[in-house]
């Protein structure tokens, strides 16, 4: 049974930086790509970013370009999302999921493994 967990989240002013981790348990994470799911109160959940297996590949919203990134460490079973110059619309619950294809899917209906979420909310 693989599980996921998610860490790090809390409340910051604008413009401040958080790291998010999400911690792969019961099979190695190296056999997942992993991605970062956000849901805002009375939205959608909705793509942030996404690695391949080896870390090679990363995908991202354009919304979090050049803001948030995504990294891995296969050795630790984790992944994280460095998130700066944070906005009051990047408050939501922050998710990460997991897939057995090596490949991008924007559509969490697509994912196998799911974690409990962490908030995240940005004030202004």
């Known amino acids: 049974q693989v599980q996921l967990v998610e860490s790090g989240g809390g409340l910051v002013q604008a413009g401040g930086s958080l790291r998010l981790s999400c911690a792969v348990s019961g099979r190695t994470s190296s056999t997942y790509f992993m991605t970062w799911f956000r849901q805002a109160p009375g939205k959608e959940r909705e793509f942030v970013t996404g690695i391949s297996r080896s870390g090679e590949n990363k995908f991202s919203a354009d919304s979090v370009k050049g803001r948030f990134t995504i990294s891995r460490d296969n050795a630790k079973n984790t992944v994280y999302l460095q998130m700066s110059s944070l906005k009051p619309e990047d408050t939501a619950v922050y998710y990460c999921?997991?897939?057995?294809?090596?490949?991008?899917?924007?559509?969490?209906?697509?994912?196998?493994?799911w974690g409990q979420g962490t908030e995240v909310t940005v004030s202004s």
């Open positions: 999921a997991a897939q057995s294809a090596d490949y991008l899917q924007l559509y969490p209906e697509s994912y196998d493994y």
